[in-house]
């Protein structure tokens, strides 16, 4: 059997032997509480020896008892607000579980760390009708901590008010008003495993904590380039199950990071050492290189499907939406099975732990230890003069192929520039974010060339294919000559684009 998901929305309480539920009938748009009886549940949540998991806010259980018995694993997706996959129960960790938790554990062992057994009273509210709102719990909580260090126990009682799948989220406000009349408060602890964790870890231990890195001077430019490769990993390694599971704009989200991570050790050569950053950088060129096909994909069949529609239906001549389904469905398939074996690799996983490697030990060079502002302007103003280059020679080129392939190299050096721009807002502020903003206009122009470029090619094919069938090719000319002339409008703007990017006082704000 498959996993499968379901978005949790809930809300914690505190609870005493002494605590006495008010009547919630009285909560607006409930009608009956309906008693559904005690189910003895027994959960082991399990992690990596050092609790990377509880780091990330998720949670991995085996539960028995009730009625979803089984595996669950809990993604964070907003407070009180998770996303919960389920497989089936088995004596160890299902593979579809694992691979999602792969950029966490980096193929470390998942060992039991907490058990719970909780006595749940399980209430459900309902309105006239008898439609489920929310299901009210109160659970008699004892926690046993799992590992070497000998068992420790902590015990408590909590109210947990779940809204019901469909349901109005505006019923948890109006029984969360009840129960504070009532004086029952909201739960300090995000979770049971929060709160396990935090009671049974003991005193001493919570003293001490971790060893703790040397004080570094934030206004370093080693310590403003590092927050920035640690966002761009920690996106890496938030959006790898993300892939997985198919989310919205996961794929574009992932390969952005790894292209801003790429950018950045390039654009700050003279703060991390590029002995150390540059083979990174090759791997997650190929990282990128693997889910691009896939984001690729969908933005070209997003594009000409937007085509189409522009089209009047008589001049729809041939199975024209029927041809594109066709065409986006196979190579958005191959594009998805690409993505999800890259990430499957060994090559991948060996990337996530040479990042991991970085954090913990990164390469600074002498640069890292100089005063951020000049550093990082300097950097910045490098790869706009290198962008400079690159548009002065496809402005020097006549329409056509070359003129093409110069734009877009032009294109990836002002995306370049940009990212140096944006990494550099925290340190160098508004003028790094005022010149991010005009060369992402820049970008923006180029880009929307390359596509109708990529779109003219993908146009021709579809041509082919569609009179070797027997069907008219008109539709597709069209198309296609209208994304020449797309394309020809984006060469007449870039000129201007770039004079508002390039203007001296837009330079000189970020170099000051």
């Given at each position: 059997?498959?996993?499968e998901?379901k978005r ?8 005493t032997d002494?605590t006495?539920l008010p009547d919630l ?6 009608s ?5 009886g005690?189910a003895e ?6 992690d990596?020896a050092?609790?990377?998991?509880a780091?990330?806010?998720l949670?991995l259980?085996r ?11 809990k ?17 160890t960790?299902p ?13 470390e062992e998942?060992?039991?760390?907490v058990?719970?057994?909780?006595s ?6 309902v309105?006239?009708e ?5 299901e ?22 909590e ?5 019901a799948?469909?349901?109005d ?9 009840r ?5 029952v408060?909201p739960s300090?602890?995000p ?7 935090e ?9 001490t ?8 001077d934030?206004n370093?430019a080693?310590?403003r380039?590092l ?7 920690e ?6 199950p993300?892939?997985?599971r ?9 390969r ?5 991570l790429r ?9 991390l050492?590029r ?5 990174i ?17 969908e933005v070209?069949?997003?594009r ?6 522009e089209?009047p239906?008589t ?7 029927a041809?594109?389904?066709?065409w986006d469905?196979s190579?958005s398939a191959?594009?998805?099975s690409?993505a999800l074996?890259?990430l499957e690799?060994d090559?991948h996983?060996?990337l ?6 970085l954090?913990t030990?990164?390469?600074l060079?002498k640069?890292?230890h ?14 706009y003069?290198?962008?400079a280059?690159?548009?002065d ?16 190299e032009?294109r ?9 721009a944006e990494?550099?807002?925290?340190t160098?502020?508004k003028?790094a974010?005022r010149?991010?903003?005009r060369l992402?206009?820049?970008?923006s ?6 596509d ?10 579809l041509?082919?294919?569609?009179h ?13 000559g ?8 984006r060469e ?12 001296p006082?837009?330079?000189?704000a970020?170099?000051?």
């Amino acid at each position: 059997m498959m996993a499968e998901t379901k978005r949790e929305i809930e809300r914690k309480y505190e609870a005493t032997d002494e605590t006495e539920l008010p009547d919630l009938t009285r909560a607006a748009g409930v009608s009956a509480v309906l008693d559904r009886g005690v189910a003895e549940l027994d959960a082991v949540y399990y992690d990596t020896a050092d609790l990377r998991l509880a780091a990330d806010a998720l949670t991995l259980r085996r539960r028995t008892g009730g009625e979803d018995a089984g595996w669950h694993l809990k993604f964070p997706v907003a407070a009180g607000i998770r996303d919960e996959i389920r497989a089936p129960l088995a004596d160890t960790l299902p593979a579809s579980l694992a691979g999602l938790l792969r950029s966490r554990t980096l193929d470390e062992e998942v060992v039991p760390v907490v058990r719970l057994l909780s006595s749940r009273d399980v209430r459900h509210l309902v309105d006239d009708e008898g439609t489920l709102l929310a299901e009210l719990s109160v659970d008699t909580v004892l926690a046993e901590r799992l590992d070497e260090d000998g068992e420790r126990t902590a015990s408590w009682k909590e109210i947990e008010v779940e809204l019901a799948d469909g349901a109005d989220p505006g019923i948890l406000d109006a029984v969360e008003k009840r129960l504070k009349k009532a004086g029952v408060r909201p739960s300090s602890s995000p979770s049971k495993l929060a709160r396990a964790l935090e009671e049974t870890t003991p005193k001493t231990l919570k003293e001490t904590g971790p060893a703790r890195p040397e004080p570094v001077d934030e206004n370093t430019a080693g310590a403003r380039v590092l927050a920035h490769v640690r966002q761009q990993i920690e996106a890496i390694v938030l959006f790898d199950p993300a892939v997985r599971r198919d989310l919205p704009d996961a794929v574009h989200k992932m390969r952005v990071a790894t292209r801003r991570l790429r950018s950045a050790f390039k654009t700050y050569r003279k703060v991390l050492d590029r002995t150390v950053t540059d083979p990174i950088g090759e791997e997650l060129k190929w990282l990128a290189g693997e889910l691009g096909a896939a984001r690729d994909q969908e933005v070209l069949a997003a594009r000409l499907s937007g085509r189409i529609d522009e089209v009047p239906e008589t001049l729809l001549l041939g199975p024209v939406r029927a041809r594109l389904r066709v065409w986006d469905a196979s190579r958005s398939a191959a594009a998805r099975s690409t993505a999800l074996a890259a990430l499957e690799s060994d090559r991948h996983l060996a990337l996530l732990k040479t990042l991991d490697a970085l954090l913990t030990d990164p390469p600074l060079r002498k640069a890292a230890h100089k005063h951020a502002p000049a550093v990082l302007a300097k950097a910045v103003l490098k790869d706009y003069d290198r962008l400079a280059g690159r548009v002065d020679r496809a402005l020097s080129l006549a329409p056509g192929p070359e003129r093409d392939l110069a734009m877009h190299e032009a294109r990836k050096a002002a995306k370049r520039a940009r990212y140096a721009a944006e990494a550099a807002v925290p340190t160098l502020g508004k003028p790094a974010k005022r010149f991010a903003k005009r060369l992402k206009a820049v970008q923006s122009v180029l880009g929307d060339h390359q596509d109708s470029v990529v779109a003219r090619e993908t146009l021709r094919t579809l041509a082919i294919q569609a009179h070797a069938a027997g069907e008219s090719a008109f539709t597709w000319g069209l198309l296609h000559g209208r994304e020449e002339a797309l394309g020809a409008a984006r060469e007449r703007e870039f000129p201007e684009a770039w004079e508002r990017a390039s203007a001296p006082e837009a330079r000189a704000a970020v170099a000051r």
